[in-house]
T-cell receptor
Framework: AQKVTQAQTEISVVEKEDVTLDCVYE???????LFWYKQPPSGELVFLIR??????QNEISGRYSWNFQKSTSSFNFTITASQVVDSAVYFC???????????FGTGTRLQVFP | GAVVSQHPSRVICKSGTSVKIECRSL??????MFWYRQFPKQSLMLMAT?????????EQGVEKDKFLINHASLTLSTLTVTSAHPEDSSFYIC?????????????FGPGTRLTVL
């Protein structure tokens, strides 16, 4: 069965703090893709990253970084020096060739206070 | 690049009327479009998947006669909520992908908030 778990329902931080959002996935497929999306209060889901299962290199994009650990089936997302504009719901998702739909986690609501 | 528009952004209608929501990929050809529904503070729930020129595939529990989906071109898909009732009030989001399946990136529209009175 395919599953994505985002155990953190809500996280609150003060601006400039670093914050890590956890994502744990389950799949029996050897080839799969992991995604992160940001959903700000406006509602639109913004694509952040797509990572395939064969690429375990960590990725950094500005203040965002992702840590892919196949050994623990995790794909965690860290925001460095958080800002108020980072306040949103963040979704982790899993896609495989054996399913025709993305499996979404339940999302983590991040609130960054000034 | 990879912009998806959705129209209208917000609609209020009376019970019993039909509402059409358009989803357009503006700068790429969308082989597949997806329609989701999202309740407050919940994750996205896939309603159906549509490929250009073919019938949509509906998820279990989604009434295909109530939620009509048309994917007439590689840049346009429409969702029509027929005979809407208050329980259909929700946030509807479409997404578009350049290929079939779930491994390619889906780009999402801004969503449509439907309120049925």
């Amino acid at each position: 069965a395919q599953k994505v778990t985002q155990a953190q329902t809500e996280i609150s931080v003060v601006e400039k703090e670093d914050v890590t959002l956890d994502c744990v996935y389950e799949t029996r497929d050897t080839t799969y893709y992991l995604f992160w999306y940001k959903q700000p209060p406006s509602g639109e889901l913004v694509f952040l990253i797509r990572r395939n299962s064969f690429d375990e290199q960590n990725e950094i994009s500005g203040r965002y970084s992702w840590n892919f650990q196949k050994s623990t089936s995790s794909f965690n997302f860290t925001i460095t020096a958080s800002q108020v504009v980072d306040s949103a719901v963040y979704f982790c998702a899993l896609g495989t060739y054996n399913t025709d739909k993305l499996i979404f986690g339940t999302g983590t609501r991040l609130q960054v206070f000034p | 690049g990879a912009v998806v528009s959705q129209h209208p952004s917000r609609v209020i209608c009376k019970s019993g009327t039909s509402v059409k929501i358009e989803c357009r990929s503006l700068d790429f050809q969308a082989t597949t479009m997806f329609w989701y529904r999202q309740f407050p503070k919940q994750s996205l729930m896939l309603m159906a998947t549509s490929n250009e020129g073919s019938k949509a595939t509906y998820e279990q529990g989604v009434e295909k006669d109530k939620f009509l989906i048309n994917h007439a071109s590689l840049t346009l898909s429409t969702l029509t909520v027929t005979s809407a009732h208050p329980e259909d009030s929700s946030f509807y989001i479409c997404s578009a992908s350049q290929s079939q399946g779930a491994t390619d990136t889906q780009y999402f529209g801004p969503g449509t908030r439907l309120t049925v009175l």
